[in-house]
Structures are given as structure tokens and as C-alpha cells.
């Protein structure tokens, strides 16, 4: 198992939310600012915004990988 194992490395899926989250957050969040039915964004200031979206982006991203490793031991049984 500790040969399957490797801690340190980094995928690929991950690095990439990583990057790109930060730019989702700013593209929403100005895209938000123009639609007249999303003018509530501007009220929301920028320290409370983030880390919400933050924490939508984890969870989503932790859902997907469930369901990934479910669907993986599901078809090894």
C-alpha cells in the first residue's frame, strides 16, 4: 500500500482548481456587478465574497471526488 502511496505529489486536478479559483472568483464577481437581478453582488464586500466562493469551489470539487472514488469501487466489486 505505501508503494501505491506517494503524499508529496500533487495531481494535476488539483493544481488546476487551485489556479484557477481565484480568477472564477474575480470573473464572478465582476460579471455579477453588471447584470441588473445580481446587483446584490456589490453589497457584498470583497473579504466575505471570497471565502464563500472558496468554500462552494472545495465542495463542489470534494463531491466530484467522491462520487469519482465511489464509482471506482463499485466497479472493482
Known sequence: MKENINLGKLDDFSLIIRITTPLAYMATKRAGENFPHLSFIKSIPHVIF????????????????????????????
Open 50 to 77: 471570497m471565502p464563500s466562493t472558496m468554500i462552494v469551489a472545495l465542495a463542489l470539487v470534494s463531491a466530484m471526488l467522491t462520487n469519482k472514488m465511489l464509482q471506482g469501487s463499485v466497479r472493482t466489486s
